[in-house]
């Protein structure tokens, strides 16, 4: 007979009477080896199971069942099986393939072994009450040896564990688990060896605790438990121990339990090295997908939002403007009908903030004093910071002109009012300061931590002194969706969309803050000098008359399409309404002839206002197009090529507001 084939045999003769059990599985979980002598008691013949699924078998036991599945999907497992004379110990770990996916698993079973130690066994019945042998501090561990911390209030158990492990380990010792999670903290062990019962904190509070550390997550825990208290150590391995062994026990178990993890850990610590770098930047992609999907998330609802709302303001504010032109109204419908339009105006300036920060609003700069809108502004923000915050202003005398768009300039300022507020509680004081300077000062320019170009600026600071926000939260502070506020008390979008709105105008945003001393926002814009002219409000002139052109309104809302018609008939203008692009289309077919302007919704049902003004093109090639939208997502109006004088206005509009583009359309002073 071949040598090595009778050696082969030989070796299966001796695994096969060997009193354990070894099982080889795949990964189907399809036995490919089981061997030993107590293997019938745990699966029936061997010739009857090879090559079988372990769920085949009429007779298993269902705990190893489970502890293979929990093996087959990658987690190292232990338990517990009772024979006709005594109890086996199972461990169950996955088998690895080169690329380190599972390709398997091994179970391994010992008979549970009486305390069998060649000096004395240690009696696994009563606690003494004698203390711990002397513990060894850090510094004396030896750094090439695996560090195993032993919690243990009974001394004598104690020592006989660190005597067991003294050879081959670092071993230190604490007397209970409150110790022992102190001394974890400090050492960061490879292993834990810890009682399930102890005074203060027992093995089960221990182990959760030993989880929820950070930097001890990794660390190995095995649980010493009385064959009484075995409820105890399966509920520790529930809470994250590795393993648990019954007391007594020998030498020999408890140098292969203790061996065998930290094998595992060292392991997976070398798994956890080579990983680390892609794991950081698969969860820094992560984490930069979601934010982009958040933001794209709220811009589509800003967009469905504003719609809607602004067809309702548009009517809400146009009627209004009506009923304060009128002279002949009474003096209190007049002030009724100014509160009606200042409400639509706030409600105008919510939906431009949704579409600020989803990026699809469509900003209107013009020269702006912040000087003017803070002073009327004024009352809103005593209103905001309440009767506990004192707030003053202290506004520059020199001209602070910027080009902005006063809607969200009102916007930044309400933000940060709110802001600051929210970071006094219990009180304090908030200054609004305004200040024009000159880039070219070190003293001014170092107030924005960056080079700013040369030329004249306009400085906005809220500074309150409040909570104050810490060094770490600074970092994050313009950041979407972060908050320094309690769950529930902030969404984490108010400095956001200052941050975006103020980048949008071409300026800077920062802040200073100090923990318990309050925060200071800064704005710099670029200022405009010698723009006072500019600024000035055009002298109302006789309104100018319409002279009878024809204007084609199309809009699929009811309200919306009769505010335009009155507005444009009571300016001179003729006008034809049609009630969606296919109806607008219809009527050109039915007869209808050139008009000299179309005003089109852009977001309509079957036929949208790009399209409508496509399909127009062909018909009507000289005649000028003004879109009408409550979001002006600018995607539509890149499918308009036709070339013609195309123009936007952006609900919601008074009637002014409607005749200036009007008159710019038609390219007619007069109208």
């Known amino acids: 007979m071949d040598v090595d084939l009778r050696t082969d045999i030989m070796a299966g003769d001796l695994l096969a009477r060997t009193p354990m059990v070894l099982i080889v599985l795949d990964g189907d979980g399809r036995i490919v080896l089981a061997t030993g002598s107590h293997l019938a008691e745990v699966l029936g013949p061997t010739g009857l199971i090879v090559g079988r699924l372990l769920s085949d078998l009429s007779d298993i036991a269902t705990i190893l069942l489970d502890l293979v599945a929990r093996a087959l999907d990658g987690a190292a497992t232990v338990g517990r099986l009772g024979l006709a004379n005594g109890f086996l110990q199972l461990r169950v770990t996955p088998s690895l393939d080169d690329s380190g996916a599972v390709a398997g698993a091994v179970v391994l079973g010992m008979p549970e072994l009486p305390c069998v130690s060649s000096d004395e066994a240690f009696p696994g019945g009563s606690k003494s009450t004698a203390s711990a042998q002397p513990s060894r501090d850090k510094g004396d561990v030896d750094d090439r040896l695996a560090l195993v911390l032993v919690v243990e209030d009974n001394g004598d158990m104690a020592h006989f564990v660190t005597e067991c492990l003294a050879d081959g380990h670092s071993v230190v010792v604490a007397t209970d688990g409150e110790e022992g999670l102190a001394r974890a903290r400090a050492m960061r062990p490879d292993v834990v060896l810890m ?50 062994i019954t007391k007594p026990f020998s030498m020999a178990e408890l140098r292969a339990r203790v061996a065998h993890q930290v094998f595992v850990k060292r392991r997976e610590d070398a798994r956890m090295s080579a990983a680390s770098a892609l794991e950081r930047v698969t969860d820094r992609m992560y984490r930069q ?28 504010g146009g009627y209004a403007t009506l009923l304060v032109d009128t002279p002949a109204e009474p003096t209190l419908v007049r002030e009724l009908a100014q509160e009606i339009k200042d409400a639509s105006d706030r409600a105008a300036a919510l939906t431009r903030q949704l579409l600020t920060f989803g990026r699809k609003q469509v900003v209107h700069p013009v020269v702006t004093d912040p ?81 700013l170009p040369a ?169 000028p197009v003004i879109f009408v939208s409550g979001s002006m997502d600018d995607g539509p109006m890149r499918e308009v090529s036709h070339g013609r004088v195309a123009r936007l206005l952006e609900k919601p509009f008074t009637a002014a507001e409607l005749e200036r583009v009007v008159r710019r359309a038609l390219g007619s002073a007069g109208g």
């Open 195 to 244: 009682d399930v019962m102890m005074p203060r904190m027992g093995g089960d509070m221990l182990v959760a605790a030993l989880r929820a550390e950070p930097g001890l997550e990794g660390a190995r825990v095995l649980v010493f438990v009385e064959k009484t208290d075995e409820a105890f150590g399966a509920n520790t391995l529930v809470e994250g121990a590795h393993d648990f």
């Open 289 to 316: 997908l979601q934010q982009a999907q958040k933001m794209e998330a709220i811009g589509r609802l800003a967009a469905g939002v504003a719609h809607d709302f602004n067809n309702l303001l548009t009517v809400i």
């Open 371 to 451: 000087n003017d809108t803070i002073l009327g502004l004024e009352n809103m923000f005593h209103h905001l910071a309440g009767d506990a915050i004192a707030l003053s202003f202290e506004l520059s005398d020199e001209p602070c002109l910027v080009h902005m768009d006063p809607t969200q300039l009102d916007q930044v300022l309400i933000n940060l009012v709110i802001n600051a507020r929210d970071a006094m509680p219990r009180g304090g004081r908030l200054v609004v300061r305004t200040t024009a300077f000159e880039c070219g000062s070190d003293a001014d320019c170092i107030l924005f931590d960056e080079d």
């Open 455 to 623: 030329g004249g600026y306009v400085s906005v600071e809220v500074a309150d002194t409040g909570d104050g926000v810490s060094p770490e939260a600074l970092e994050h502070i313009f950041e979407p969706f972060y908050s320094t506020k309690d769950f529930g008390k902030g969404t984490g979008l108010g400095l956001a969309i200052v941050h975006g709105i103020v980048e949008q105008s071409g300026g800077r945003v920062t802040c200073e803050s100090e923990v318990g001393r309050g925060s200071v926002f800064r704005l710099c814009l670029p200022r405009l000098v010698g723009a006072a002219e500019a600024r000035q409000a055009s002298t109302p002139t006789a309104r100018p008359t319409g002279g009878g052109r024809r204007i084609l309104v199309v809009d699929d809302d009811t309200s919306v399409r009769e505010f335009v018609a009155r507005s444009l008939v009571d300016l001179g203008y003729a006008v034809v309404l049609a009630t969606s692009g296919v109806d607008a289309l219809r009527q050109v077919a039915d007869g209808l002839a050139p008009v000299d302007l179309v005003i089109t919704d852009v977001t309509m049902p079957e036929l949208d206002g790009p399209g409508l003004a496509a399909r127009l093109a062909s018909l009507w090639p000289a005649v």
